[in-house]
């Protein structure tokens, strides 16, 4: 399919950010977008990239009623040469098509949006910074946007991707986060939609991630949600336990999403001879095992931090403070290493990494 490429006109063209240390994350937006419309009898058509506007929406577009929103998140690189990478674009493509397939939206291409995507990047790649730990995110996003109330699947949908320069995720960049565990509230059931990235999921967290931010906490731990025992996730990121020699994570087991960094960790740490498990764990056996000085580290994974060290645990009115409360050598040396390959700036022997510009 042709992508019509519409350029913004430079008079129009907004401003790029002069102090990279500033960026945050998700506050700035690029001049363009891509976007392309679905509909049942025409397949996906009028694909285009255009400057960046405002939707326009019937308000009965059924997005806004019975929820059919997905997206992903990924991001491109800019190496010192001023090559230009992505990392594992494949397996978000994949994901979001997962997704999709679950809460019964069309599928889109995956050429179409791999030649979207490089297409908007490289238009934009201007706009991404150059300091280690900055990067250019980007966000895929489908809607359903059929005009009609009444509980089905959409027969139109709406798919775009927007793009702007980032930095750290968290105000503390790679230290130690503080974290509140939640019996209350929980994240996703099985059987529910929890192993897809859906707007909903995102929605039902933000309760009680209001209430750990008010108590001077990061993010929240989410347990499961039967019996309000076992460690599933950590705000919008997988969990990762060193207890001794094994890193364990929870097993996907329906209601925790597949994080890509969560994948790219576990291959990682298995090809340096960590024995990896996907095991269960409890939260009264975690503060155990950290009681007992078995429990070494606790990190997060996910494409906005990587891996996100954790230093302290709230669980019942007390805190605990994991191993010494710092950043752990497993946890620093697998943000390095993904870091670098990210950037070019070290082998890759997975073929994570995609070069879309340079040399």
């Given at each position: 399919m042709e992508i019509k490429v519409t350029k913004v006109d430079s008079k129009q063209m907004k401003p790029k950010p002069e102090d990279e240390s500033q960026l945050g994350f998700g506050q700035i937006f690029t001049d363009h977008f891509f976007i392309v419309e679905y509909d049942s009898e025409k397949g996906?058509?009028?694909?285009?990239?255009?400057?960046?506007r405002p939707l326009s929406l019937d308000p009965a577009s059924m997005c806004f009623h019975y929820g059919q929103e997905i997206?992903?998140?990924?991001?491109?690189?800019?190496?010192?040469?001023?090559?230009?990478?992505?990392?594992r674009p494949?397996?978000?493509?994949?994901?979001?098509?997962?997704?999709?397939?679950r809460l019964c939206m069309a599928q889109i291409d995956t050429d179409l949006f791999m030649e979207g995507l490089k297409k908007l990047v490289?238009?934009?790649?201007?706009?991404?910074?150059?300091?280690?730990?900055?990067?250019?995110?980007?966000?895929?996003?489908?809607?359903?946007?059929?005009?009609?109330?009444?509980?089905?699947?959409s027969g139109q949908y709406l798919f775009f991707i927007i793009v702007g320069p980032v930095g750290a995720y968290y105000p503390e960049?790679?230290?130690?986060?503080?974290?509140?565990?939640?019996?209350?509230?929980?994240?996703?059931a099985k059987g529910g939609v929890g192993n897809?990235?859906?707007?909903?999921?995102y929605a039902a967290s933000l309760y009680a991630s209001q209430e750990a931010l008010k108590m001077g906490y990061t993010q929240v731990l989410w347990l499961d949600a039967r019996e309000r025992k076992y460690v599933e996730e950590v705000g919008t990121?997988?969990?990762?336990?060193?207890?001794?020699?094994?890193?364990?994570?929870?097993?996907?087991?329906?209601?925790?999403?597949?994080?890509?960094?969560?994948?790219s960790v576990i291959r990682m740490a298995k090809s340096w001879g960590i024995n990896v498990l996907e095991e269960r764990l409890s939260i009264d056996e975690l503060l155990r095992l950290n009681d007992?000085?078995?429990?070494?580290?606790?990190?997060?994974?996910?494409?906005?931090?990587?891996?996100?060290?954790?230093?302290?645990?709230?669980?019942?009115?007390?805190?605990?403070?994991?191993?010494?409360?710092?950043?752990?050598?497993?946890?620093?040396?697998?943000?390095?290493?993904?870091?670098?390959?990210?950037?070019?700036?070290?082998?890759?022997?997975?073929?994570?990494?995609?070069?879309?510009?340079?040399?």
């Open positions: 996906w058509h009028s694909a285009s990239i255009e400057p960046l997206f992903e998140g990924m991001k491109a690189y800019k190496g010192k040469d001023d090559s230009i990478y992505l990392f494949e397996e978000n493509i994949n994901r979001m098509n997962r997704s999709a397939e490289l238009l934009e790649k201007d706009w991404i910074p150059k300091d280690t730990g900055t990067s250019l995110y980007i966000r895929p996003t489908m809607i359903a946007t059929e005009p009609a109330l009444g509980v089905h699947p960049g790679f230290g130690p986060t503080k974290i509140y565990v939640s019996e209350k509230y929980v994240r996703a897809c990235k859906a707007a909903g999921n990121s997988n969990i990762f336990f060193v207890v001794g020699n094994d890193l364990i994570t929870p097993p996907l087991s329906g209601s925790i999403l597949p994080g890509i960094m969560r994948d007992e000085g078995i429990l070494k580290e606790i990190f997060a994974s996910g494409t906005a931090a990587i891996v996100s060290p954790v230093g302290q645990i709230y669980y019942r009115g007390k805190e605990y403070v994991i191993g010494d409360g710092n950043t752990g050598p497993l946890t620093e040396k697998l943000y390095n290493e993904i870091l670098q390959i990210q950037y070019g700036e070290k082998e890759d022997p997975f073929g994570w990494r995609v070069k879309i510009f340079g040399r």
